[in-house]
């Protein structure tokens, strides 16, 4: 096993992985660790990342987790296994660890300025097999989880294999998602999860320590940012995902990161992850 403690002090003790960062920009602290059980994996790491009372380990082979830079702490604890790819985007905010399990070759994609309360798990897998007693073929297959930009996802939220979650939602308290679409611009809600609510956005601001008056300003907010819509550059998740499994075992994590960058990273356009109401 290969394991960092530190960025700075990390480094130069790995032989069969590698860690893509810039020590003097980025972080590690709070007892956080990474560890390599596998080899031929990557961790790419922006300038701009402060992990915290995290923990990323890599249990398999030629997998990639991308960490963009965060004007927010990273709490995150993600296990990532074979052939598989994690992709966090710029500034998400987490409150508490936000639990993450890509296997199965399988990913968790999560696009920029998303909002994470505690006590979230994400899975590509449910780790165990289920068969037709028919038919004897398996019924439980794994699948990516894909989260699309400015997302709020709330305490206790369970998004199982196959979710799809569009750009502007919001996942109440407690929710359960799994191989299912949530819309762009809805609230969903309940176990299994339900859309309450279609044309909706939220603002991160928080009203824990606010007066009345301080209340009735905010009882309006006429803006448009974060009201997304069907246009030429909604990017298909599924086409994402097929990309990313068309790697392979071949291809490695330095192919696997170049896919993400091609993808992910260089798209910025507001719309790309819109998932429409039909």
Same mark, same amino acid.
């Given at each position: 096993?290969?394991?960092?403690?530190?960025?700075?002090?990390?480094?130069?003790?790995?032989? #069969?992985?590698?860690?893509?960062?810039?020590?003097?920009?980025?972080?590690?602290?709070?007892?956080?660790?990474?560890?390599?059980?596998?080899?031929?994996?990557?961790?790419?790491?922006?300038?701009?990342?402060?992990?915290?009372?995290?923990?990323?380990?890599?249990?398999? @082979?030629?997998?990639?987790?991308?960490? &963009? #830079?965060?004007?927010?702490?990273?709490?995150?604890?993600?296990?990532?296994?074979?052939?598989?790819?994690?992709?966090?985007?710029?500034?998400?905010?987490?409150?508490?660890?936000?639990?993450?399990?890509?296997?199965?070759?399988?990913?968790?994609?999560?696009?920029?300025?998303?909002?994470?309360?505690?006590?979230?798990?994400?899975?590509?897998?449910?780790?165990?097999? $289920?068969?037709?007693?028919?038919?004897?073929?398996?019924?439980?297959?794994? %699948? @990516?989880?894909?989260?699309?930009?400015? $997302?709020?996802?709330?305490?206790?939220?369970?998004?199982?294999?196959?979710?799809?979650?569009?750009?502007?939602?919001?996942?109440?308290?407690?929710?359960?998602?799994?191989?299912?679409?949530?819309?762009?611009?809805?609230? %969903?809600?309940?176990?299994? %999860?339900? $859309?309450? #609510?279609?044309?909706?956005?939220?603002? #991160?601001?928080?009203?824990?320590?606010?007066?009345?008056?301080? @209340?009735?300003?905010?009882?309006?907010?006429?803006?448009?940012?974060?009201?997304?819509?069907?246009?030429?550059?909604?990017?298909?998740?599924?086409?994402?995902?097929?990309?990313?499994?068309?790697?392979?075992?071949?291809?490695?994590?330095?192919?696997?990161?170049?896919? $993400?960058?091609?993808?992910?990273?260089?798209?910025?356009?507001?719309? &790309?992850?819109?998932?429409?109401?039909?």
């Amino acid at each position: 096993m290969e394991e960092l403690t530190s960025f700075v002090s990390g480094l130069d003790t790995l032989s #069969r992985n590698r860690v893509i960062v810039n020590a003097n920009r980025s972080e590690m602290k709070d007892n956080s660790k990474i560890s390599f059980l596998g080899e031929n994996n990557i961790l790419y790491v922006e300038d701009g990342v402060s992990l915290s009372h995290s923990s990323i380990k890599f249990f398999g @082979s030629n997998s990639l987790v991308y960490l &963009r #830079r965060s004007k927010y702490t990273y709490v995150v604890i993600i296990d990532v296994y074979h052939d598989s790819t994690v992709y966090i985007g710029k500034d998400c905010s987490f409150n508490k660890a936000l639990h993450m399990i890509a296997s199965e070759q399988q990913s968790i994609v999560i696009g920029d300025d998303c909002l994470f309360s505690f006590g979230i798990f994400i899975r590509t897998a449910d780790a165990h097999l $289920v068969y037709d007693c028919i038919s004897k073929t398996r019924i439980n297959p794994s %699948a @990516s989880v894909f989260i699309g930009d400015h $997302v709020w996802i709330g305490q206790n939220a369970l998004l199982l294999k196959g979710t799809k979650i569009g750009s502007g939602a919001i996942v109440g308290g407690a929710a359960c998602i799994a191989n299912k679409k949530i819309p762009s611009n809805v609230s %969903a809600a309940g176990n299994p %999860a339900r $859309v309450i #609510r279609e044309n909706v956005f939220f603002l #991160r601001d928080s009203v824990h320590k606010w007066t009345e008056s301080v @209340s009735r300003k905010h009882m309006l907010a006429d803006t448009e940012d974060f009201v997304f819509f069907d246009s030429t550059d909604v990017v298909d998740m599924d086409n994402i995902d097929t990309a990313l499994k068309a790697v392979g075992i071949y291809g490695g994590a330095e192919r696997r990161k170049k896919t $993400v960058e091609e993808l992910l990273v260089s798209n910025t356009c507001k719309n &790309r992850f819109f998932l429409p109401t039909n």
